[in-house]
Nanobody, 115 residues
Framework: QVQLVESGGGLVQAGGSLSLSCAAS????????MGWYRQVSGKQRELVAK???????NYADSVKGRFTISRDNAKKTVNLQMNSLKPEDTAVYYC?????????WGQGTQVTVSS
């Protein structure tokens, strides 16, 4: 099993920046995908960004050009740098780990962007 521990998040004004970090432990596979999803109460969880073991990135259209995902394979961490934040980015952000049908989730961290 894989355990994910998130850090970062909090309250920021619109236009500001925040950084999220996620540390993975447990049975980590080499060819995995790590990413960030977010969820607003009453809505479905949605992809924000994900990155493969070899650095290929995928972003939701709503965050392209504002968010940057990165990972450190040696440290087993994935980070999300969020710039130019908007009130609509307010959500609980979840770290995700995927490997061939296996998926693990972090506990979630709240990001609140005030207008």
């Amino acid at each position: 099993q894989v355990q994910l521990v998130e850090s970062g998040g909090g309250l920021v004004q619109a236009g500001g920046s925040l950084s999220l970090s996620c540390a993975a432990s447990g049975r980590i596979f080499s060819r995995d995908i790590m990413g960030w999803y977010r969820q607003v109460s009453g809505k479905q969880r949605e992809l924000v960004a994900k990155i493969t073991f070899d650095g290929r990135q995928n972003y939701a259209d709503s965050v392209k050009g504002r968010f940057t995902i990165s990972r450190d394979n040696a440290k087993k961490t994935v980070n999300l740098q969020m710039n130019s934040l908007k009130p609509e980015d307010t959500a609980v952000y979840y770290c995700n780990y995927e490997f061939i049908g296996y998926s693990a989730w972090g506990q979630g961290t709240q990001v609140t962007v005030s207008s």
